[in-house]
């Protein structure tokens, strides 16, 4: 960082004509270390995009509220008809030429930390192998090999992190050998920080040398891609098409050759993958259309009675559920950068450790939310986009989230779910696979990406039966 943004006179100055003075509350009473850190923060805001948020979120008393009819998006449904199964294969033929030209890269959203995990550290370092100890980078690692394998291709691999867990990412990364992909095709970067206001619109201090920063949300990934360089590195390297996905799904088919397909035929700028809701009351974001553009409402923005509405079947009306899986056109995340980032922000009302006027942490009453935080939402590029894609897929072989800490979408349901897929595979190269009176597995089954990446080549590398209890490593 220069002398230049670092210098305090001119950082004062600045934060004073914004009306953030009091961020150099406490500068001169700091040790020259704590000044430094304090002011390198303070330079990394954007205090004109800082002012138009508060002028919306703050001193507007809340963010527009979104009108229009809510339809059903159009989806690719799961091939069920000759036509549907051809149009598949075609897809399939058209993903694969694009995997072997080097034109698909790979995209990991890895900014958060595992604390609902209970480690300290990335998420990503999260042992989540049902037998061995292969953490959730390990997971996603091994897939990438497999796909550099089967296509030949270098498929460079894209890593968001953010200040939260960027060294130690690093650090795992290296400390691993970048599980033998070679350092030179990984390239990490973190995403942005947002800093969190009070309800007058004050940027409010974690501690005397510190602003209370949180990253900027996913949508953040597509800014991020543009102010590292990573869109000028791809672009370097051929790479037009960018297979996105976030750490914490086990079952992800990262670099999908049918979802890719799909994607280059219809010359889509953005696409996104789908899943059947469970039920109305799922809390993932439904994709569909309002006001006739494609986008996705979050569950909590979903009135019940929409949620809840039926076709004649019985069937939901609204069941496209969001998973965070999406194909992105390189140049178009070029073009939400253009003249500015172009996603819009969205307000969050949260509770946030902070301290006071006195420098002493303020005391929040149970349930107070003191403070608003900005933060961008990745699919919110789905109505920029005028052409876009969405494809249903397989719950089963697609989403299995790592989010909490029991329950569903926990370790225990995401190891259930990669062995239940595992055990697939098995059943059809004719292994016999034990299961309990529930129908539940009876064993632990474990098969490496570098083995079988969709259950291919499996025939003769397991036992025939595998004994009830018995662990199996592949």
């Given at each position: 960082m220069s002398s230049v943004q670092t210098d305090h006179s001119s950082l004062?100055?600045?934060?004073?004509?914004?009306?953030?003075?009091?961020?150099?509350?406490?500068?001169?009473?700091l040790p020259q270390?704590?000044?430094?850190k304090l002011l390198k923060q303070i330079a990394t805001l954007e205090f004109n995009v800082v002012d138009q948020l508060i002028e919306q979120f703050v001193r507007a008393k809340g963010q527009k509220a979104e009108s229009g009819t809510i339809e059903p998006a159009a989806v690719i449904a799961l091939p069920a008809t000759p036509e549907e199964k051809r149009a598949e294969q075609a897809a399939r033929e058209a993903g694969e030429m694009a995997l072997r030209a080097g034109r698909v890269g790979c995209f990991l959203v890895a900014g958060g930390q595992g604390t609902r995990l209970k480690i300290i550290g990335p998420k990503g370092i999260f042992k989540i192998g049902p037998v061995t100890d292969r953490t959730l980078f390990q997971l996603h690692a091994e897939k990438i090999r497999a796909l550099r394998r089967r296509y030949r291709a270098s498929i460079p691999w894209l890593i968001m992190t953010s200040d939260l867990n960027d060294e130690q990412t690093r650090a795992f990364f290296a400390?691993?050998?970048f599980f033998n992909l070679g350092a030179e095709t990984v390239r990490i970067f973190r995403q942005a920080n947002m800093p969190a206001v009070d309800r007058e619109g004050r940027i409010l201090l974690q501690a005397k040398d510190e602003l209370c920063l949180s990253p900027n949300g996913h949508g953040g990934s597509i800014k991020a891609l543009h102010d590292s360089g990573a869109l000028l590195w791809l672009k370097e390297q051929g790479v037009d098409t960018l297979s996105y996905f976030q750490v914490d799904n086990v079952l992800v088919k990262i670099g999908d050759p049918v979802f890719i397909g799909h994607h280059v035929l219809a010359r889509s700028q953005i696409s996104t993958k789908v899943c059947r809701k469970r039920d109305w009351s799922e809390r993932v974001g439904v994709v569909c259309k309002r006001g006739g553009r494609l986008g996705v409402i979050e569950y909590s923005d979903l009135p019940d009675s929409a949620a809840q509405e039926t076709e004649r079947s019985g069937a939901l009306r609204l069941w496209a559920g969001s998973i965070a899986i999406h194909i992105l056109d390189a140049g178009f995340m070029g073009d939400l950068n253009r003249g500015g980032f172009q996603l819009p922000y969205h307000k969050a009302e949260k509770a946030?450790?902070?301290?006071?006027?006195?420098?002493s942490?303020?005391?929040?009453k149970c349930g107070e939310k003191n403070a608003i935080k900005f933060e961008t939402f990745i699919f919110d590029a789905l109505p920029c986009a005028e052409r876009a894609v969405v494809m249903e897929t397989p719950r089963q072989e697609d989403f299995s989230p790592v989010k909490n800490a029991e329950g569903e979408d926990s370790p225990e349901t995401a190891r259930r779910d990669l062995m239940e897929m595992y055990a697939r595979w098995l059943a059809a190269a004719g292994v016999k696979v034990p299961r309990k009176g529930d129908g539940s597995l009876n064993c632990h089954i474990e098969i490496s990406p570098l083995t079988s990446l969709e259950g291919e080549g499996l025939e003769g590398k397991a036992p025939r039966e595998i004994r009830p209890e018995q662990d199996l490593v592949l």
């Open positions: 004062r100055a600045m934060a004073v004509a914004h009306g953030q003075g009091h961020l150099f509350a406490f500068h001169d009473e270390a704590g000044r430094e400390e691993r050998h946030v450790p902070c301290i006071g006027p006195d420098g942490a303020v005391v929040l």
